[in-house]
């Protein structure tokens, strides 16, 4: 099946976050290699890249978005682009010597069925919620009293997701999986739109608060700028 732009985002049901290390002030060069070589390409084989980021303040990583229909697509995917294609034949190389890692990957799946991922927004957060051995009440948490707060506060552009715990079956490409992780993906206007909300969100009720400190082992949290959204 062939897909639009609009279709594809938001028939993903897997997710690959992409996170490199690259040579020194390579941040630029590689994200318009990355766009003009491998994009196209890869979204016509089913890997479809659904954002493409730089780190605020850091000119040594890149991160994208990469996502399949399901866990079957992608490694059909995988093979036919690393292994066939000739995209990756001819340019592969070259992206691979201006990276020292690219192993930094979390393999996701939707908590619940989402809108589209791709945006125009310039400002993307990911944060990561470790729960060790708490993830359910954690969810639960999220749902009964975590999201309605963030509707109340008008911060409505995210999604959530967890990690996709079937076997990596292309394991040339390593990623991380772990059972007591929720992720959330939201987009925010520019950083002046995230920090006012982030702002509102510190001052959450003290018994939400308390609840979440209590049942979170690890928050941490990625701060994206889109390369192809508005600045």
């Not at 995988?78 to 034949?89: A, G, H, R, V």
């Not at 060790?132 to 009964?144: G, P």
């Not at 990690?163 to 292309?170: L, R």
Request: glycine letters at 4%; hydrophobic letters at 35%.
């Amino acid at each position: 099946m062939v897909y639009t732009k609009q279709e594809y985002s938001e028939d993903i049901n897997v997710l690959e976050i992409r996170n490199y290390l690259l040579k020194t002030n390579l941040a630029d060069t590689f994200s318009n290699y990355f766009h003009s070589k491998f994009v196209n390409p890869m979204n016509e084989l089913g890997g479809y890249t659904l954002g493409e980021f730089k780190i605020d303040s850091d000119n040594d990583r890149f991160v994208w978005f990469r996502g399949f229909k399901d866990m079957k697509t992608r490694v059909k995917f995988l093979n036919d682009f690393y292994c066939e294609s000739d995209t990756w034949k001819k340019h592969g190389k070259e992206a691979n010597e201006m990276m020292i890692n690219s192993d930094h990957v979390y393999l996701l799946k939707p908590l619940y069925k989402n809108k589209a991922l791709k945006t125009d927004k310039s400002y993307t957060v990911v944060d990561f919620y470790i729960c060790n051995s708490t993830i359910e009440k954690v969810i639960r948490l999220f749902d009964e009293e975590y999201i309605p707060f963030l509707k109340g506060l008008n911060s409505t552009d995210f999604s959530l997701w967890i990690s996709e715990m079937a076997e990596n079956d292309f394991p040339r490409l390593p990623v991380f999986q772990d059972k007591n992780l929720l992720v959330t993906i939201t987009h925010y206007k520019d950083k002046t739109d995230y920090e006012t909300k982030q702002k509102a969100i510190q001052d959450m009720p003290s018994a939400l608060k308390f609840s979440m400190q209590s049942l979170i082992t690890i928050h941490n949290q990625l701060l994206l700028l889109n390369k192809k959204g508005k600045k």
